[in-house]
């Protein structure tokens, strides 16, 4: 049966994250649409119909849809759920927010994150924040995923776009939540989770003085994008929204810059998929160092300072 990923935008810009989790859809089946729900939506839909592999586009276009709350979204997919035998979407905040939903009104079991498609019924997913890869048989008849995109590549591009479906919504206003308001970090910087060279600093750094003087003029040099281990956005080094790991952001960028990380295990879950992991460490029996492809054993107030001045 056919395939639908409910896609990620912000009604203008079709998300990374959509782009990657196409081709988890495209490794389970071939006959895969990609439904855009939100109002004014129209810039999203058409990026997503110029992705290489999909039958078409769904467009469904409505006031209660603009924000994608669960309530109307789901109701929205479970309308249209009756064609398709798996729906998924990027384990995004929305992601994340609607299909377990949408699992629940149909009486199926979600599977979450899944970091590979074995066969269409069968993924990997990490769990014990990575330390263990279940690999997870579905018998449901209708598969709900959410996907972890870091551990897929983004889809090509079409020789010609795919036809854009316009659909009844009928979505009513969501009666038990409401859209209040979007409070987004802004920054110069490229956002974490689609950075291609993320350099992150750790406890050791000390302050969120220290953090900014010694960390961000290597990251600027390199156009970097700025992570965060736990214990320095506990210490208050860095913002919440900086952390890289289990319960922060899953990353995989191409290059990796650990400064001051030890390498916990509740870290290394959402960094290990680098392609290149530098560390900086003074410590060398850190655990950092087992998954680094490079490793500079010292001090980072002296190495980092080098760094920006060689760069
Ligand atoms: P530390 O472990 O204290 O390491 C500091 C490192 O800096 C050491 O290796 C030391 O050798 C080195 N160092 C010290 N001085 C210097 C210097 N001058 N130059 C170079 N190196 C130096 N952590 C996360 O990061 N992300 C998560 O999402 C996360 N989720 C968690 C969820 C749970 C449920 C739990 C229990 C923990 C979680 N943690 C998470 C916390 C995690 O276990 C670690 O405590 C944390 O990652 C440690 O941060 P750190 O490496 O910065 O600090």
Do not use: W
Not at 49 to 78: C, F, N, S, W, Y
Not at 223 to 244: I, K, L
Request: charged share 20%; proline share 4%.
């Amino acid at each position: 049966m056919a395939i639908l990923l409910f896609a990620d935008h912000d009604n203008a810009v079709l998300s990374e994250q959509t782009v990657r989790a196409l081709t988890a859809a495209t490794q389970i089946g071939e006959e895969i649409d990609i439904l855009v729900a939100g109002q004014n939506a129209s810039g999203a839909a058409e990026a997503a119909a110029k992705l290489a592999g999909i039958r078409k586009v769904l467009l469904a276009e409505q006031d209660a849809l603009e924000h994608r709350l669960a309530e109307p979204t789901a109701a929205l997919i479970l309308a249209l759920s009756g064609d398709y035998g798996t729906i998924l979407a990027p384990a995004t905040t929305t992601g994340k927010n609607v299909l377990p939903r949408v699992a629940a009104l149909l009486d199926v079991m979600q599977i979450s994150e899944i970091t590979e498609v074995v066969a269409a019924d069968t993924f990997k997913r990490p769990i014990y924040a990575g330390n263990a890869i279940e690999v997870v048989q579905s018998t449901e008849a209708k598969k709900v995923l959410t996907v972890r995109t870091a551990s897929f590549a983004p889809a090509g591009a079409a020789a010609a776009p795919a036809p854009v479906q316009v659909v009844e919504t009928g979505a009513e206003a969501a009666s038990l939540s409401r859209f209040v308001e979007n409070m987004l970090s802004k920054s110069e910087r490229p956002e974490l989770g689609s950075a291609r060279i993320i350099v992150s600093g750790g406890r050791a750094l000390g302050s969120d003085e220290k953090f900014r003087s010694v960390l961000n003029p290597v990251a600027d040099k390199l156009g970097a994008a700025v992570g965060a281990s736990r214990a320095a956005v506990d210490a208050g080094y860095a913002p919440n929204d900086f952390q890289v790991g289990q319960t922060g952001k899953i990353v995989a960028p191409d290059l990796y810059v650990a400064c001051g990380i030890s390498g916990a295990i509740q870290h290394l879950a959402g960094m290990k998929d680098s392609k290149i992991i530098v560390a900086i460490n003074s410590d060398e029996e850190a655990p950092i160092f087992q998954v680094a492809d490079y490793g500079i054993v010292g001090d980072l107030f002296e190495i980092l300072p080098e760094l920006e001045r060689q760069l």
